[in-house]
């Protein structure tokens, strides 16, 4: 191209990568990429773009939509037109609203909003993303999980680590599908009893909050997946970096093989188990001592 810009390329599969060229950054999206109307596919990453232009919506094929890594500050209504999009990726940039049009996109399974740092609402609406699986709010603003996120019944799949949440919802149960939940790094001080009715949910990242205590009800949970705090990668429940009011210390146990996820996962059970019953135990021997007292 003319001005120096990477020029679009349409690859198999009917996909457009435009990226930059050395320094060459591309804030607008040039209008030459009209010719490609049939693309299925968008990736366009670390470009520096600061806009999603509104002939978007010509895009009526467009499948997945990955503008992850640049500057764009807002989401254009029109996107909500691409009905068939099924993936939209929006990490790491500067948005700071989210159109309530965003709920047009009816076939939308993932949808990535992490480090928008700003980002602090979703819109009502969007809890007709009936189809949604995959959400990632991480690295945000929000304070309060947002009520159309748990009307998502189909959900899946939630990052929330690193906001500023403080309460989760009391009904946050009546998200059934819900399997992994990440709520790393967040100002949570308790956990609802209802979490303990997440029949789905085998993995359940606590880590560095300000939880002081288990509840008792999560020691039916038997789908958790824990597994040590050392293997970041893999599913498990954390409650690491918390200022729980006992320390539990378990008994000691025979060396196992360092690739024995089945034993790493029971030692984490074992923990949370081993917890609520010495919490229950000594809340038996306070109320006893109460009695005894009167």
């Known amino acids: 191209m003319e001005d120096g810009r990477r020029a ?3 690859l198999p599969g009917q996909v457009i990568c435009l990226g930059p060229r050395r320094t060459v950054l591309v804030p607008i999206l040039p209008g030459c990429l009209i010719q490609f109307i049939q693309a299925q596919e968008w990736q366009i990453h670390r470009t ?11 895009f009526q094929n467009l499948l997945v939509l990955d503008l992850s890594r640049n500057a764009v500050a807002e989401v254009p209504k029109q996107i909500g037109t691409l009905t068939r999009l099924r993936e939209l990726l929006l990490s790491y940039n500067r948005i700071q609203f989210v159109p309530e049009e965003l709920s047009g ?74 399997h992994t939940l990440w709520l790393q790094r967040n100002e949570l001080e308790k956990l609802p009893v209802n979490i303990s009715r997440m029949a789905s949910l085998d993995t359940l990242v606590l880590s560095s909050n300000r939880l002081r205590d288990i509840p008792s009800l999560m020691e039916d949970m038997t789908n958790l997946r824990l597994i040590s705090a050392l293997f970041l990668l893999s599913r498990f429940v954390n409650f690491r970096d918390n200022p729980l009011t006992m320390d539990v210390t378990l008994p000691p146990r025979k060396k196992v ?24 135990k000594r809340s038996y021997a306070v109320l006893n001592m109460h009695c005894v007292n009167r």
């Open 8 to 10: 679009p390329r349409s």
């Open 48 to 58: 520096g773009l600061l806009k999603i232009p509104h002939f978007i919506s010509s």
């Open 105 to 178: 996109c009816e076939s939308l399974e993932r949808l990535e909003l992490a480090m928008n740092r700003n980002l602090n609402e979703l819109p009502d609406q969007l809890r007709n993303l009936t189809r949604l699986q995959h959400l990632d709010l991480s690295m945000n603003d929000f304070s309060l999980l947002p009520d159309c996120v748990v009307a998502m019944t189909g959900l899946q799949w939630l990052d929330m680590g690193g906001n500023r949440l403080q309460l989760l919802p009391d009904d946050i149960h009546r998200m059934e599908k819900l």
């Open 257 to 280: 093989a360092e690739d024995d996820e089945d034993d790493r996962e029971m030692f984490g059970l074992e923990f949370m188990q081993m917890y609520i019953q010495e919490a229950r």
